[in-house]
């Protein structure tokens, strides 16, 4: 075995929050993930990330980036849900721009065309249905930004799960509609943006629709599960990640 492969696969016995807090740590781990494209209607090129287990797959997760864009700490959690035993897909709606400000993440955010992003996840959604084995299910999840993208990925797409972290959840019962399997949202009490008033309007759509959900509030603030934040909260996130965790292999077998 190589230096190399001696050293990722000892990355592999660190748990996630470590990995997640070094920019070492977490380049070293992304480098270890495959580059694959897709095409787009109207002929454009898209890319992502992809980790595989070195098993059997247990089903699938589109995972969907934060306003950072598709950084390696994104990436770095890709490889965890492979180690897990999924194949996992980090996608890029930045189109290959990562953020290290504030201001820079806010443009790029801002600069996002719906309509494109949303052909971008269902060319992706349906790139892991062809990609996999009969019967195998698929989960996307995604964080800030990407959170309410992975509700926006499941209501264009539908999937059997979908995890959302601290985004945006504003639905109507009709827009909900077309929602297949249950979702999973972890909030904290004291996020500015995504906050009660959201959460609950979103739980009375659901309610609204028949829909299934499953909400679960920590006493933390906006972006808690992400180890470079100034709001990290080692506690909750290693909670939430339990949770997450629990919900895929009910939900995906």
């Given at each position: 075995?190589?230096?190399?492969?001696?050293?990722?696969?000892?990355l592999?016995?660190?748990?996630?929050?470590?990995?997640?807090?070094s920019?070492?740590?977490a380049?070293?781990?992304?480098?270890g993930?495959?580059?694959?494209?897709a095409?787009?209607s109207?002929g454009?090129?898209?890319?992502?990330?992809?980790a595989?287990?070195?098993?059997?797959?247990?089903?699938?997760i589109?995972l969907i980036?934060?306003?950072w864009?598709l950084?390696?700490?994104?990436?770095?959690v890709?490889?965890?849900?492979?180690?897990?035993?999924?194949?996992?897909?980090a996608?890029?709606?930045?189109?290959?721009?990562?953020?290290d400000t504030?201001?820079?993440a806010?443009?790029l955010?801002?600069?996002?065309?719906?309509?494109?992003?949303?052909?971008?996840?269902?060319?992706?959604?349906?790139w892991l249905?062809?990609?996999?084995?009969a019967?195998?299910k698929?989960?996307?999840?995604?964080w800030?930004?990407?959170?309410?993208w992975?509700?926006?990925?499941?209501?264009?797409?539908?999937?059997?799960a979908?995890?959302?972290?601290y985004?945006?959840?504003?639905k109507?019962?009709?827009?909900l509609?077309?929602?297949?399997?249950?979702?999973?949202?972890?909030y904290?009490?004291?996020d500015?943006w995504?906050?009660k008033e959201?959460v609950?309007?979103?739980?009375?759509?659901?309610?609204?629709?028949?829909k299934?959900y499953?909400?679960h509030?920590?006493d933390?603030?906006h972006?808690f599960?992400?180890?470079?934040?100034?709001?990290y909260?080692?506690?909750d996130?290693a909670?939430?990640?339990?949770?997450?965790?629990d919900f895929?292999?009910?939900q995906l077998?």
């Amino acid at each position: 075995m190589s230096d190399r492969r001696r050293f990722l696969k000892g990355l592999t016995s660190l748990p996630l929050a470590t990995v997640l807090a070094s920019p070492r740590l977490a380049a070293a781990v992304s480098a270890g993930l495959q580059e694959v494209e897709a095409k787009l209607s109207d002929g454009r090129t898209v890319k992502a990330a992809l980790a595989t287990p070195q098993g059997q797959t247990k089903g699938s997760i589109l995972l969907i980036h934060e306003w950072w864009g598709l950084n390696n700490q994104i990436k770095s959690v890709a490889s965890e849900f492979a180690d897990q035993g999924y194949k996992a897909l980090a996608v890029d709606l930045y189109r290959g721009h990562v953020a290290d400000t504030r201001a820079d993440a806010r443009a790029l955010m801002k600069a996002v065309d719906p309509m494109a992003a949303t052909e971008t996840l269902n060319v992706w959604v349906k790139w892991l249905r062809e990609d996999a084995r009969a019967g195998d299910k698929i989960a996307t999840i995604g964080w800030c930004f990407g959170g309410g993208w992975s509700l926006n990925a499941s209501l264009s797409s539908p999937v059997d799960a979908t995890i959302v972290y601290y985004g945006r959840v504003n639905k109507t019962a009709d827009e909900l509609g077309t929602l297949k399997g249950p979702v999973l949202g972890h909030y904290a009490t004291q996020d500015q943006w995504i906050n009660k008033e959201m959460v609950s309007g979103f739980e009375s759509a659901m309610d609204a629709a028949g829909k299934t959900y499953t909400s679960h509030w920590y006493d933390a603030q906006h972006a808690f599960a992400n180890p470079t934040s100034a709001r990290y909260d080692g506690e909750d996130a290693a909670l939430a990640w339990r949770r997450t965790l629990d919900f895929l292999k009910q939900q995906l077998g």
